[in-house]
């Protein structure tokens, strides 16, 4: 959740760094692991879906994958600092909060 909201607010606050293609604009994330790996956060401009895309090359001690995982749909607000959507750990579900 936090990478959905983290990579909505980069994407609208530096679009020099976001290739866009009509409908989807892609980032470009750096490597936080170390490994290597090619990661874009991609964001359906018209629908608000996003989905993580990473790609890493084989090492001897781990093989190598493409993967294409979705994130959740974007959740407007109706002002800046709204929480939309929270999840809690401890076994309680998500929930909304205008719910």
């Not at 990478?3 to 609208?12: E, K, P």
């Not at 109706?78 to 959507?85: E, K, L, N």
Request: aromatic content about 6%; charged content about 20%.
């Amino acid at each position: 959740m936090k990478l959905m909201i983290c990579a909505a607010l980069i994407t609208l606050a530096l679009p020099g760094l976001v290739h866009a293609d009509g409908r989807y604009q892609m980032l470009p994330l750096a490597d936080q692991m170390g490994i290597g790996a090619e990661k874009i956060v991609i964001l359906d401009t018209v629908s608000g879906h996003l989905w993580t895309w990473t790609e890493h090359a084989a090492t001897r001690g781990q093989n190598g994958g493409r993967y294409l995982i979705y994130q959740g749909q974007v959740t407007p607000g109706t002002q800046a600092g709204d929480v939309v959507r929270k999840e809690e750990w401890g076994g309680r579900s998500v929930r909304n909060p205008a719910r």
